[in-house]
């Protein structure tokens, strides 16, 4: 009897133990009574009817990543590649996750296919390559509204790899190989162009401060001989304006000396007498100058007589 007991409290304190629940953090447990939808533990500390109450899911609210095979597509220029993409998704409400939709990864992933098939289908093959961002959006946005009523929300999308046919990888190579060929050749041209316009602008240059130079050396000579021929007409009026000084002081001191009319044209027939300095061999006297001279003579036979 006492083992019976004992067994018997052994069992309660099991069911007991098996009634408490810690709900870790970032979890969601979904809670059955009797197979019908009780309630969602959040985090913390829970007690459960014993038998009739069941934890029937337990969920991850963290944000998931799911990465997806690639799918085969069709452009709108009938081009087929594969296309793989990377789903981010969140759980925001634990029973519509859990009675909303039987496998919701496998739900997920058809229709991340579909609906990349769709807008895919919408597209050429260039726009396919370069539009990746915009695939991405409308991705998102079509996933976000259908898992809406799933408790699941898309946070992102994106395309992870475009796997073109292998002969379009080929001419894609190809294409590539001959724009880069032409970029380096208009680049080379681009650059020989600029040379020669450098070298053309120095030359130019060179050209125009050279002119520039030559006209200051002009300038700077003209300059000089201006300044000679001032400095000699300056040194010519000086010289003259000293013969006059001085010719003008011999006159004031004859006539302060007393000298007559006579005098003064003797000292005109001195001056003649210089100019004719021996080499003139013809002087024409003017007649008042004659009558000097007769004077001249007689005053020289009044003094020989005495």
């Given at each position: 009897m006492g083992a019976v007991v004992l067994v018997l409290l052994i069992l309660v304190v099991l069911i007991l133990a098996s009634c408490v629940k810690i709900v870790p953090q970032a979890y969601a447990y979904v809670v059955e009574?009797?197979?019908?939808?009780?309630?969602?533990?959040?985090?913390?500390?829970?007690?459960?009817?014993?038998?009739?109450?069941?934890?029937?899911?337990?969920?991850?609210?963290?944000?998931?990543?799911?990465?997806?095979?690639?799918?085969?597509?069709?452009?709108?220029?009938?081009?087929?590649?594969?296309?793989?993409?990377?789903?981010?998704?969140?759980?925001?409400?634990?029973?519509?996750?859990?009675?909303?939709?039987?496998?919701?990864?496998?739900?997920?992933?058809?229709?991340?296919?579909?609906?990349?098939?769709?807008?895919i289908g919408d597209l050429e093959l260039d726009q396919?390559?370069?539009?990746?961002?915009?695939?991405?959006?409308?991705?998102?946005?079509?996933?976000?509204?259908?898992?809406?009523?799933?408790?699941?929300?898309?946070?992102?999308?994106?395309?992870?790899?475009?796997?073109?046919?292998?002969?379009?990888?080929?001419?894609?190579?190809?294409?590539?190989?001959?724009?880069?060929?032409?970029?380096?050749?208009?680049?080379?041209?681009?650059?020989?162009?600029?040379?020669?316009?450098?070298?053309?602008?120095?030359?130019?240059?060179a050209a125009i401060l050279e002119a520039e130079a030559e006209k200051q050396s002009a300038i700077l000579r003209a300059e000089a001989q201006k300044e000679k021929m001032i400095r000699e007409a300056e040194g010519e009026a000086e010289a003259i304006l000293k013969v006059q000084q001085a010719t003008a002081d011999g006159i004031r001191m004859i006539r302060e000396a007393g000298a007559d009319e006579a005098v003064l044209r003797i000292k005109s027939l001195e001056a003649f007498e210089k100019a004719a300095d021996g080499k003139a061999t013809k002087i024409i006297i003017p007649s008042e100058i004659q009558g000097i001279a007769g004077l001249a003579a007689s005053v020289k036979e009044l003094v020989s007589d005495k």
């Open positions: 009574r009797l197979g019908a939808y009780q309630g969602t533990w959040s985090v913390g500390l829970h007690i459960k009817m014993p038998l009739i109450d069941r934890v029937a899911k337990k969920i991850n609210l963290k944000e998931q990543v799911v990465d997806f095979a690639p799918q085969p597509v069709i452009t709108k220029d009938n081009v087929t590649m594969r296309i793989d993409t990377v789903v981010f998704f969140q759980i925001t409400d634990p029973k519509l996750f859990a009675y909303g939709v039987e496998n919701p990864i496998m739900a997920i992933e058809n229709l991340t296919a579909t609906t990349l098939r769709n807008i396919t390559l370069t539009s990746r961002e915009t695939i991405n959006t409308k991705m998102r946005a079509s996933l976000d509204e259908a898992t809406d009523p799933w408790g699941i929300k898309v946070n992102r999308v994106e395309l992870k790899n475009i796997i073109p046919p292998a002969e379009i990888q080929n001419a894609m190579e190809r294409q590539m190989k001959a724009e880069r060929e032409r970029r380096e050749a208009v680049t080379r041209a681009e650059g020989e162009k600029k040379a020669s316009v450098t070298v053309a602008e120095g030359k130019k240059e």
